[in-house]
């Protein structure tokens, strides 16, 4: 068989030297679900784009599986490893259901900006569009005698509720279930309007079992059944904290339910209950790994399943009785189309394997990767660039990938420090067919290798669809060209996923090239969230605050007392994903309990994610006023990537902090220690794509330069280099802009130098940034800063009224709300928080 090669060394035309001012139309995923933290209900009740299995029915017979997977719907014999493939776009089907007489499947396309119901006819191969609202419609469900359907969809409000409805003659009529209340309990991560999820027939179809959240105030909601006709009011059958997953499945003979749930430990898992909302619910399987999605088969002796033991998807069927799990193996496919295999290997300048990230997109406009790895979803794109948002995965240097035949355009990123290449290629399902991707470095100083990348904010697991591991985390680093990964353990409601793995000592997947060290998110939404890096004896238990409702409902310990647990551990506090636009009005907030200028002005904070998931720009405002009052606090970069997500804000790396740290060790426990200290003593840059450096007098980041009583002319050094085009270019001084400087014809290069004029103690930072987003940076825009050189002057404090005033009466509308508090345990907790608040305001008093 004749076999095509190429070998590509150059990035072509990738848009790069187009203005990022045209590109700020970048918008979340799916805007039309107007339901709070959209992060959480995307990965983890949305469908999702995954090479393994996902939703799955039975067909009626019992004999063959239906289910969605790489976007496609699938159906395949139980007892065989054929799978045959039933859709092939426009578009992503998920969550098939099989009609009950056998000849349809309803599923769910995603498409031209909606989430739209659809049934495919197996005989004829024709597909239908139920639905056409423009909505977000999931989880179809035939009634047992065919004739209704009952869904989910946000077409009425932006929020998830329940529908029921007649298909006649291919029009489907529906109504909604429950009338939708608002709760009067206080809810953060979920809307004040109750939703319904998850909809379950009854084997009579007199009824649909259901998650609700009514005056819940935690977690997605219990579970409940109605029947359709109204007739009688909802009726609780569990009441139990869930996570979007539970997806309750009523048992042909009516007398169980089986649901997913993580009941007292840190994973999901399958249990079973009874309708009657009586009896206690039995765990069916056990493991540290999720399952989702259960399905009973049609005579309610085996259910299927989704679990991800494996770290991607893959259906299991175990039996009711004695427990027997049968993995549901594919080992062969039927393809729709003409389909053509890809051997694909990235290599470096020096033509060495690497590993890097890699999108495809095929001849059908879908996204492809090998049938093993796992895809990800960025989680916001510009639909005037693309229908679709960016799906990727992280390739270990080479693998063989199936997509159908014809043109595929592949784009390649390995961290910030190589070029991003592109390149599009015809491919033959005649012919083998192989491409090598040869990534350049960019053109960065002679010192560059001094400087240490680490990411301060990531979650190995949260909650999402695949189950991660150290080593496959290391593996997701060494893609991103990522040194350091700091894993913040921390909660998903009750359960911390990853509280098995800490330790002091990095962990043993770490390599010559990755540290993979695990960490701590304190996780307080009343004064801002923070991380704990470097804890040299344990996590701080409990793991947050200030949860209302709950018996840790009291708003102590503050962030203050935490950062001193912490500090007595030896470890770098952090604030993480701070400010969004605008920035915190003490005179108009409804209310303002961030705790920063208070942690700040007590000493308390090394470091703060300036680059992060937040505004940058805003980010930074807060942090330039903190530092006209003489307070330092190195910048970081956090991405808060939940590196286990499907739909993930990510990748791993996509903010990072550089670190200076000359003569790097070896060892991995020192060079954790070389890093942190690096780190606290301000030796960094904040990123999510450009690369800078700075020196003042010879003075780096974080260093000091201290000159006497007097006007003195100050010389500065610096660059740019970065793998998108940058719009500005910016000296700061003490908050304001003092120097613009123009980059090459690319907008990726610079070059700087010059002088400025201190009369009086105070800093200077360089910085980057765009107007807008970029298509391959995934976030907001293109940021960059250095934490400043500070420049001391006579040995005297940086001063500045007009920066201490608006702290004190940030710390005063702290003062209000603490004092308003009424869920404190004792009187000692509210003295303890005052105490702070007073010292801090001391602080900022010698400041005016």
């Not at 307080?524 to 793991?543: A, C, E, N, R, Y």
């Not at 907001?780 to 001063?799: D, M, Q």
Request: net charge negative.
């Amino acid at each position: 068989m004749r076999k095509s090669s190429f070998v590509i060394g150059l990035a072509i035309a990738i848009g790069l030297a187009c203005s990022s001012s045209a590109l700020a139309q970048r918008e979340t995923v799916l805007k039309q679900i107007d339901v709070p933290h959209n992060y959480y209900y995307r990965e983890m009740y949305l469908p999702q784009l995954t090479t393994g299995p996902s939703a799955l029915a039975w067909s009626p017979d019992g004999t063959e599986l239906v289910y969605s997977m790489q976007g496609s719907l699938w159906r395949q014999v139980i007892d065989t490893g054929t799978a045959i493939q039933l859709t092939a776009g426009p578009g992503y089907d998920y969550q098939p259901d099989w009609s009950p007489d056998g000849r349809h499947i309803a599923f769910v396309r995603y498409l031209d900006d909606a989430v739209e119901l659809h049934t495919l006819d197996l005989d004829s191969g024709e597909i239908t569009a139920l639905t056409s609202e423009g909505a977000v419609n999931l989880e179809p469900r035939w009634s047992p005698d065919g004739a209704k359907v009952a869904f989910v969809s946000t077409r009425d409000t932006g929020r998830f509720h329940v529908y029921v409805g007649d298909v006649v003659e291919d029009t489907l009529n529906a109504s909604q279930l429950v009338e939708e209340r608002q709760s009067d309990i206080p809810r953060y991560y979920y809307s004040s309007y109750d939703h319904e999820l998850s909809p379950s027939w009854s084997p009579d179809g007199k009824e649909v079992l259901y998650i609700s959240n009514p005056e819940i105030p935690y977690g997605s909601g219990a579970i409940w059944r109605r029947a359709i006709d109204g007739a009688s009011e909802p009726q609780l059958v569990r009441m139990e904290e869930t996570s979007w997953r539970a997806r309750p499945d009523w048992s042909p003979d009516g007398k169980r339910i089986a649901y997913a749930s993580y009941l007292g430990r840190q994973w999901h898992q399958l249990w079973v209950t009874t309708p009657e909302g009586r009896a206690e619910p039995f765990p069916l399987t056990y493991g540290d790994f999720d399952i989702s999605s259960p399905r009973w088969s049609p005579n309610g002796k085996q259910v299927a399943f989704v679990a991800n033991e494996s770290g991607n998807t893959e259906i299991r069927i175990q039996d009711m009785v004695g427990g027997k799990s049968t993995l549901l193996d594919i080992t062969a496919r039927e393809y729709m189309n003409p389909v053509a295999n890809l051997r694909l290997d990235i290599v470096d300048q020096a033509g060495e394997p690497v590993a890097a990230r890699v999108a495809i997109v095929a001849s059908d406009g879908r996204s492809y990767a090998p049938d093993e790895a796992l895809m990800h979803a960025d989680d916001g794109f510009d639909r005037n660039r693309s229908e679709f948002e960016a799906q990727y995965f992280h390739l270990d240097k080479d693998a063989t990938l199936t997509l159908p035949a014809g043109l595929a355009n592949i784009t390649v990123w390995r961290g910030l420090e190589y070029k991003i290449e592109r390149i599009a290629i015809n491919l033959s399902n005649e012919e083998e067919n192989a491409l090598t991707i040869r990534l350049q470095k960019l053109n960065l100083p002679d010192n560059w290798d001094n400087w240490v990348n680490g990411d301060v904010h990531v979650h190995m697991n949260y909650g999402g669809t695949y189950r991660n591991t150290p080593e496959r985390l290391a593996g997701q680093a060494s893609a991103e060209d990522l040194d350091v990964v700091f894993n913040l353990i921390v909660n998903k409601e009750q359960r911390v996923p990853d509280i098995r793995y800490f330790s002091a000592e990095p962990d043993a997947a770490s390599n010559d090239d990755v540290l993979i060290l695990h960490a701590q998110e304190f996780h307080t939404s009343f004064w801002g969230h923070m991380g704990l890096i470097g804890l040299k004896s344990h996590l701080l238990v409990p793991d947050y605050s200030s949860y209302p409702g709950t018996a840790a409902a009291s708003i102590y310990p503050d962030n203050a007392t935490i950062s001193r647990l912490a500090h007595e551990q030896g470890a770098a506090v952090g604030y993480v994903h701070p400010f969004e636009p605008p920035a915190p009005d003490p005179a108009t907030a409804t209310s303002l309990t961030n705790a920063f200028p208070v942690d700040v002005a007590l000493g308390l904070v090394d470091y703060y994610e300036v680059v992060g998931f937040a505004n940058p720009r805003t980010s930074a405002e807060v942090w330039y006023g903190l530092m006209n009052c003489g307070m330092q606090v190195t910048a970081a970069g956090g991405t808060d990537a939940m590196a286990n997500y499907a739909s993930l804000r990510g990748p791993v790396g996509i903010n990072r902090t550089y670190v200076n740290v000359p003569g790097i060790s070896a060892d991995p426990s020192e060079r954790q220690d070389q890093w942190l200290d690096g780190l606290k003593d301000g030796r960094t840059i904040a990123t999510n794509g450009p690369l800078i450096g700075l020196t003042v007098n010879g003075r780096g980041p974080g260093e000091q330069v201290t000159l006497d009583e007097g006007s003195h002319e100050i010389s500065f050094d610096g660059f740019l280099r970065s793998i998108v085009p940058i719009d500005h270019l910016e000296l700061v001084m003490n908050g304001e802009v003092v120097r613009t400087f123009d980059l090459d014809d690319s907008g990726t290069t610079a070059d700087l130098s010059g002088t400025v004029r201190f009369d009086q103690s105070g800093w200077l930072l360089l910085r980057a940034w765009n107007n807008g987003a970029h298509p391959l940076i995934f976030d907001l825009y293109p940021y960059a800063t250095t934490t400043p050189v500070f420049v001391s002057i006579g040995n005297k404090e940086p001063r500045s009224p007009k920066d201490a005033e608006y702290f004190i009466a940030w710390i005063e509308r702290i003062r209000e709300s603490v004092t308003a508090h009424s869920d404190f345990n004792n009187d000692g907790e509210r003295a303890a928080i005052l105490a702070n608040l007073d010292l801090a305001r001391q602080r900022f008093e010698a400041c005016k």
